[in-house]
């Protein structure tokens, strides 16, 4: 979509992962949010915008799918936990109002 709203967006993932061992991952998306509750200096309601859905797979197998609702905060932080087998390919989505979707890669590399 060429005037897709812009989106900052922080993955941290650990420097090393060992074989079958769980990390942790930490989301957070920067997003121009609105709740739709809150008027403009016109008086006018300003359009709801949120982020509703978040998922992460590994490879394609899910590993974390959350649904958020209108109380979340501003800027999604998300932490949960993973563990891998082998080296792979973690894609992150998130998804919301107005046809929003945006989504990132990380390679996972094992030691």
Sequence with gaps: MADSP?????????ERVAKGEPFEVRTTL???M????????????VPR???????CSLDGVSVCSVDLYPAIAA?????????AERPGT??????????????ETRALSLV
């Design 6 to 14: 812009k989106v900052r967006t922080l993955i941290h993932l650990p």
């Design 30 to 32: 920067g997003h121009a």
């Design 34 to 45: 609105e709740n739709g509750l809150r008027a403009d200096g016109y008086g006018n309601v």
């Design 49 to 55: 915008n949120l982020v509703t859905r978040f998922a």
């Design 75 to 83: 800027n999604p932080y998300l932490a949960f936990w993973v563990r």
């Design 90 to 103: 973690l894609r992150f989505e998130w998804l919301g109002d107005n046809g929003f979707q945006h989504s």
